[in-house]
Structures are given as structure tokens and as C-alpha cells.
């Protein structure tokens, strides 16, 4: 073979073959210490490409499993909760079924409801506390929100609901709502009761004299009513003082008359003059004898003491008894009265020949003090004077000068103040000769368009007055302790102890406190304020023009002459009790002490009826038609997907008073009522698997008291007992069939985690069958080409010992 110096061919292929021989040992190093067969894109590029699509599907799947398993765990919470209100609500259908017996008392039934409405209260705070991540479970946030322009609807979310914005146009015809009408008021057998009235022939009070209120010993009226007249005069005013015969008390074998009366000092203050014999006088004589005289003051009530005066009578049988310094006669004897101001009088009692005066015999005056010039008008002051009555006498003329006496100066403030003003009556008992002194208290309402002066203004006019007795419907004055119902068969008064009237209606509870001295005036005043205000069951300015004259007459008591024939106000002596809502809404529930429920015997006298509403639902934004329906107990169903539209009784009507029939009216307005809604989906999208699209809805649905319809639930009463077992049961039926959703879909992500984990198992394995390392194999080529690299080496040194070969040729 040819031998060269310079170039060695055979080390260049051994170079040659000593370098594949590395590079392959360096490869399956890399391989060996990795584990993997394809360690860049150079190995294997289409397996590469392959392996990263299965790498990314296998910690997608990785991923999604997990999130499957938060899925669960947030469905776990929120069925955890949905397990304490469905064990709540069974307890709620325990206590109904109890209070469903008839041996329970409205007090024990409180008690019962006391535990209904903590257990209500808590679950509605589970509703809304419950969540996962602070992600709200339970209150339907997490599958939608909602909002809208008016506050006339509520809305319960119960699915995926359909996002968007709606108007929801709303015709009404109107239904009815609950009446209750009390018991027949009557008064104890010695209670006493007044009240203005128009009967006997009055016409319509046009004094600032609003009420008439605390009767004392006063004269039951029956239809003799007593007519008190108020004046005051625009100008200045000069009132005179006048003294006349109001009475007698004869005793057998006596006859006399007064026949004269001549009035010259009236002293300081206006009221009654008793006058009684001490002697006795006959007809034809001319003895002398005695007489005492006392005073009554009409504006206090203070009896004087007893003044004896001297008298002379006269051949004519004429008796005179006097007590002013008149010139002629018996030097006068002073009367004063209770001011110690002297009234000066002389009175002339005429026997005639035959008749006669027994010692014990009386005779009853009054007594008008006379005023010079006061400004009755812009004082507030003025003159009181009651007449009639059944002894048909006319009383003295009482005179208030001071300033706001009568009236009071309207503050300004919006709170009606009233004076009340105490008048005393005196009447000689015909039969027993006993002086009766009986009182009443005007009530004198400030003049609201009188804010410039510091004084009053007091309305001239006159009114009757009623007096009614025991047996007798009571009056708007009337204390609750002086009605016979609220007195027990074993002569025990409720009003010994305040009272407590729980009121329940609208899904809230209001609670009044009675006491004995509170009037009938005042209990109607206190369970209006109660459902107008604290239970929101009033008029509105959005639902009636005349919202004020609606909430005023909620609760009415029907006194004597008030009564309307066929109308809710035919019964004098009972309360009509109702509420500016329709349908269920306007029903009321009561508790308290049995005998004050008792008491009341509060009677359904008309049955609420729920209005008929016809829904039109468009799109906001387009006009297109949604749906429609017409509903009869206020709630939307089914046309809006996912929610429950409540919209309230009181939409589309004008509610107002009609004060001739004494009926509140429900009307349409003639329009429709356009309410706009605002959804949008917030629904939980569970992402469970490693590709878009993937992915599972979680719609938990509102679950809380009004949702489940217990919200109104009341168990103070047998029939609202029997009613809420219902209501409950249909609650419990939805809560487990919430409960069987959630079951069904934590079941559901269970077995979706199963197959995410199977697949990554076998995208696993495919993917270590493509990128994995089969070290056997990679070992024994490892093997070989070390073995390959020492004869690399070796045949290395051989080829690079050939050039020396040449040296012996050249030797």
C-alpha cells in the first residue's frame, strides 16, 4: 500500500469514527441522566410536538380535577347550610302543629311565635352569611343580581336566569282587604263617658273645641244633650254678669216659686248659688227666719262653706233673702265666695197665701261674672257657657281673659298641641235634694294659621254634647278601664297592669303598650301609628292623593251617632280595624293577654281578596315581547327565566277614603304602571376540564325566608296555625329538592373527577411512551459505544504509529 508522511488517512478516519463514538456516548449520557428519550426537538421533533400537546392536556386535567373538587367543597357549604334551615323549618312545622291546639292561650301562642321568629331571623342570617371564598351562597348572588328603578316589586332568583333589561308594564283589577271589626264597647256600670255629637238639632262644631274628654258625676243626657257655646268676640268685648233660677227641691207639703232675682255684685268668678232654708215660712205670715247659702266655682269645682243670712218675709207671702246694702228691709248679711270677693243679691220666693217653705227646702242659681272690655279674639281667651242637658237649664257664662287660656299659640312646630280646659256643672236633685257637681275637660285645638302674636285664637260656635252611662256603648274619651269588656266575670280589670298588643302583619311585628288610663281615642291613636308606621301596611303619597285622611281612618271607633247603615261602621261601640294593602298582604294577626284578645273579639267582617294583575314583560331596550301572564297573588312566574317577580299589592291603585260611606276605596288608576328590571347572570361556571368549554353551571337558588314563602308565617291563632303548616311544608319541599340539586351535582363533579383523573392517567402514560427513556435499551447502546469509544482510541494510536514506518525505509 502507498505510505505517506504528511497526511495520515487512517488517524483521520479513526478521528472521524472516535468522534461519532463520543457524541453518541455524550447523547445517551444525557439521556440516562434525564430519564428521557426526547431531551430537545433534535431527538424526535414530531414526538416532541406531540408530547407538549399531551403535557398540556395532562396538567389541564390535573387542574380541572381540582377545581372539581373546590366545586364540591363549595356545594358542601352551601348544602350544609340548606341543612340547617331545613331542620329549622321542621321545627317551625313542629311548633305550628303545637300551637294548632286549641288548649293554648294567645300568651302561650306568643311564646311559641317568640322561638318562630328567632328561628326566621336566623334563617335568613344563614342566607346571607353563608359562603365560599366570600362568594355569597345562598342569597342568589352567586346566579344573579338584580336591581330597579322603583321599589314596588322584589325579586326571587331561582335559576340561570336570562340577563338583561325589562319593563314590566302592570294593569290592576283590584281586589279587597281584610276588615276586623271588635267587640261592642260598653262602659262599667259606674263609668260615665261624653262626646260632641249633632244630634238634637246642632249643626256641625265650628269651634276649635275637638274633643270632649274626663267626665265626672255628670247626668247620663240620653237625648237631652248639653249645648256648649263658646264666643269670642273679633273686637274688644263687654260681657254683663246676670244671675237665674236653675232648680228646685220641694219637699212634700211645700210650694214655692222665685219670683224675683236682682243681681248687683257678681264678685269674682262665675258658677252656682245653693241656696237652703233653715226655717220654715207659710203664706199670710210675717215671721222671720234663716238661710244658708254656699257657692260652687264653675271653672274649679270648689264648694264654699256654708253662710247663713238673715231674711224678713212680707204680708204678700213674699220671702226675700238678700245680701246687698240695698236700702230697706233687715240690714244685709255678706256672702262671698271662694275668693272671698262679695256677690250681692237679692232673691224674692213667693209662697202665696197657702203655699209654704219647709226648713230643708232648695233653690239653685247661677251665677255669670261680668268683664268689661276684653280682647277675647287675640288673646285666645273668650266665654264658656253649657246649657241643656236633662234638666234643660242654662248655666252660667264662664270668662277666660288671659292670654292663650283657651287657645294656645300655634307654635309652629307640627305637632297639634291641645289646652284642655275644665268646666264644672251643678244640678239639684229634684228627688233627693243632694247638689250633684259633675265636670268635663274641653280639649281646644291651637289655631294653625295663627303665628303672629304669643297669644291664641279661639273659634266662636256651639256643640252638643252626649253624656252616656254604665251599660251604654263608650265614647272616643273613654278610659279602658272604664270599659265593662276589659273587667273580668271575677271583677278583675285588665288595665290593673299595662297591657301588651302584639300586632302582626306585612312580614313584621309591632307591639303597643295599653294602660288603664288610656282613652278609646288613644288606643285608636296607638294601633294606627302601629300599622301605618311600623308595619308600613299605610297609604303612601305614590299610592293615594289622599295618604293622610287613609291612615287616619286604618282604625275607627264607631261612636254614638256616627253610625253609617250598610256600611263596615253600623255597630256603634266597636273598632273597625284595617290596613291600605290588599288580598293576604293586608291581614293582621293580634296577641297578648287572653282576656284582652278576649276583650276584643276581634271578627273578620270582610275576607281579603287578592287584586288580578296583568303582567305584560318587553325588553327595555327593544320592545320585544318577553311574555305575559295574569296572576292572582301578586307574583310573576315562569316569564322571565329564573326569578319570581313579587310586585306589591299596592301597584296600579289609588287608594282613598270616602268619608260619607266610611269605607276605604281600592281603585285603578286607569294607567299602567311601568316597572323596569335589571338582571344579569352571575351564575358559578365551573371550569371542569382542560379545554375551552368545558365547564358545568352551579345555580343555587335564593333560599331565605321570603324566598321560601315563611316570612309571613304566624302562629298566633289556631286557623293561621293550620295555614302555616301548609306554607312550611311547601318550604321544606323546596329546600330538599335545592338539597337533591346540590346532591345530584356535587355526585355529578365526583364522577367527573374520576374521569379526569382516569384520562390523565392514560395521557400519562402515552406521553411517557413517547418522551420517556427506555434505560435498558439506552444502557446497552451506552455499553457498546464505550466499548466502540476504548477501540476508537486504540485503533487511534495504531494509525498515528504509521507514518514511523516510513523512517525504516528512509534508514
Do not use: C
Not at 248687683?264 to 215660712?281: D, N, P, R
Not at 282613652?519 to 301596611?537: C, H, P, R, Y
Not at 291603585?653 to 268619608?659: K, M
Amino acid at each position: 500500500m502507498a505510505m505517506y508522511i504528511n497526511n495520515n488517512i487512517p488517524s483521520l478516519t479513526a478521528q472521524r469514527y472516535l468522534g461519532q463514538t463520543n457524541n453518541a456516548v455524550a447523547d445517551s449520557l444525557e439521556k440516562l441522566s434525564s430519564g428521557l428519550r426526547i431531551n430537545s426537538a433534535s431527538d424526535d421533533a414530531s414526538g416532541l410536538a406531540i408530547s407538549e400537546k399531551l403535557r398540556g392536556q395532562i396538567s389541564g386535567l390535573k387542574r380541572a380535577s381540582l377545581n372539581a373538587q373546590d366545586g364540591i367543597s363549595l356545594l358542601q357549604t352551601a348544602e350544609g347550610g340548606l341543612q340547617n334551615i331545613q331542620n329549622m323549618v321542621q321545627r317551625m312545622r313542629e311548633l305550628a302543629v303545637q300551637a294548632g291546639n286549641g288548649v293554648y292561650t294567645t300568651n302561650d301562642r306568643r311564646e311559641i311565635q317568640k322561638e318562630v321568629e328567632q328561628l326566621k331571623t336566623e334563617i335568613d342570617r344563614i342566607a346571607t352569611s353563608t359562603e365560599f371564598n366570600t362568594k355569597k351562597l345562598l342569597n342568589g348572588d352567586a346566579t344573579a343580581l338584580w336591581s330597579s328603578d322603583k321599589d314596588n316589586i322584589d325579586v326571587t332568583v331561582k335559576n340561570k336566569v336570562a340577563e338583561g333589561n325589562y319593563n314590566l308594564n302592570v294593569t290592576v283589577d283590584p281586589g279587597k282587604n281584610f276588615v276586623y271589626k271588635s267587640d261592642v264597647m260598653t262602659l262599667n256600670e259606674d263609668a260615665i263617658g261624653a262626646q260632641i255629637v249633632t244630634g238634637g238639632g246642632a249643626s256641625a262644631n265650628e269651634t276649635n273645641v275637638t274633643f270632649v274628654s274626663e267626665p265626672t258625676t255628670m247626668p247620663k243626657t240620653g237625648t237631652a244633650y248639653f249645648s256648649v257655646t263658646v264666643s269670642s268676640g273679633e273686637t274688644a268685648a263687654t260681657v254683663a254678669s246676670g244671675m237665674s233660677t236653675l232648680g228646685y227641691y220641694e219637699q212634700s207639703g211645700s210650694e214655692f216659686l222665685v219670683t224675683d232675682v236682682t243681681l248687683s255684685t257678681s264678685g269674682s268668678a262665675s258658677g252656682y248659688i245653693e241656696v237652703e232654708s233653715l226655717s220654715k215660712f207659710s203664706g199670710g205670715t210675717s215671721a222671720g227666719g234663716d238661710f244658708r247659702l254656699r257657692f260652687v266655682d264653675a271653672k274649679t269645682g270648689e264648694v264654699s262653706d256654708w253662710q247663713t243670712v238673715s231674711s224678713y218675709s212680707t204680708s204678700g207671702g213674699a220671702v226675700t233673702i238678700r245680701t246687698d246694702t240695698a236700702a230697706g228691709g233687715d240690714a244685709a248679711d255678706s256672702f262671698k265666695n271662694n275668693d272671698d270677693a262679695s256677690i250681692e243679691f237679692s232673691v224674692t220666693l213667693n209662697v202665696s197665701n197657702t203655699g209654704t217653705i219647709q226648713s230643708g227646702d232648695k233653690v239653685l242659681f247661677s251665677l255669670s261674672r261680668g268683664v268689661e272690655t276684653a280682647n277675647f279674639s287675640s288673646s285666645g281667651g273668650g266665654t264658656v257657657q253649657v246649657s241643656g242637658g236633662p234638666q234643660n237649664q242654662t248655666g252660667p257664662s264662664l270668662i277666660f281673659t288671659g292670654a292663650s287660656s283657651l287657645t294656645t299659640h300655634d307654635n309652629g312646630d307640627s305637632t297639634i298641641d291641645y289646652n284642655n280646659v275644665s268646666v264644672h256643672y251643678a244640678e239639684l236633685n229634684g228627688e233627693t235634694g243632694n247638689l250633684d257637681v259633675g265636670s268635663m275637660v274641653l280639649n281646644f285645638k291651637e289655631q294653625d294659621s295663627d303665628h303672629s302674636s304669643d297669644a291664641g285664637k279661639t273659634s266662636t260656635g256651639d256643640f252638643n254634647v252626649e253624656v252616656v252611662g254604665g251599660g251604654e256603648a263608650a265614647t272616643s274619651t273613654t278610659m279602658l278601664k272604664d270599659i265593662a269588656r276589659f273587667t273580668t266575670d271575677d271583677g278583675r280589670n285588665l288595665f290593673d297592669n299595662t297591657q301588651e298588643l302584639t300586632v302582626f302583619g306585612n312580614g313584621k311585628e309591632a307591639t303597643i303598650y295599653l294602660e288603664g288610663y288610656d282613652t278609646v281615642a288613644d288606643f285608636e291613636q296607638k294601633l294606627t301609628d302601629a300599622i301605618s308606621n311600623q308595619l308600613g301596611m299605610g297609604a303612601g303619597v305614590d299610592t293615594s292623593s289622599e295618604a293622610t285622611d287613609v291612615n287616619n281612618n286604618l282604625v275607627n271607633y264607631v261612636a254614638s251617632g256616627d253610625t253609617i247603615a250598610n256600611s263596615n261602621e253600623a255597630v256603634t261601640g266597636t273598632f273597625v280595624i284595617q290596613t291600605a294593602k290588599l288580598g293576604e298582604d293586608s291581614g293582621l294577626s293580634f296577641i297578648g293577654d287572653q282576656a284582652l284578645i278576649d276583650g276584643l273579639s276581634l271578627a273578620t267582617i270582610q275576607e281579603g281578596e287578592n287584586s288580578e294583575l296583568n303582567v305584560k314583560v318587553t325588553d327595555a331596550h327593544t320592545g320585544k315581547t318577553v311574555g305575559s301572564d295574569t296572576v292572582n297573588d301578586f307574583t310573576l312566574r315562569d316569564v322571565i327565566q329564573g326569578v319570581d317577580v313579587k310586585v306589591d299589592s299596592s301597584v296600579g291603585l289609588d287608594i282613598s277614603w270616602d268619608q260619607g260611606d266610611r269605607t276605604m276605596n281600592f281603585s285603578a288608576t286607569g294607567e299602567t304602571e311601568d316597572i323596569k328590571l335589571h338582571l344579569v347572570d352571575n351564575a358559578m361556571e365551573m371550569q371542569i376540564g382542560a379545554n375551552e368549554g368545558q365547564t358545568v353551571l352551579a345555580n343555587i337558588p335564593e333560599i331565605n325566608t321570603k324566598a321560601l314563602g315563611i316570612d309571613d308565617v304566624y302562629m298566633v291563632d289556631q286557623e293561621l296555625a293550620q295555614e302555616s303548616i301548609t306554607k312550611l311544608d311547601k318550604a321544606l319541599e323546596r329546600v330538599s329538592g335545592v338539597r337533591a340539586t346540590i346532591g345530584s351535582q356535587i355526585n355529578r363533579l365526583e364522577y367527573t373527577m374520576v374521569g379526569l383523573d382516569t384520562a390523565r392517567e392514560n395521557l400519562t402514560a402515552a406521553e411517557s411512551r413517547i418522551r420517556d427513556l427506555d434505560v435498558a435499551d439506552e444502557m446497552a447502546k451506552f455499553t457498546k459505544n464505550q466499548i466502540l469509544s476504548q477501540a476508537n482510541v486504540a485503533m487511534l494510536s495504531q494509525a498515528n504509529q504509521l507514518p514511523q514506518l516510513a523512517l525504516q525505509l528512509l534508514g
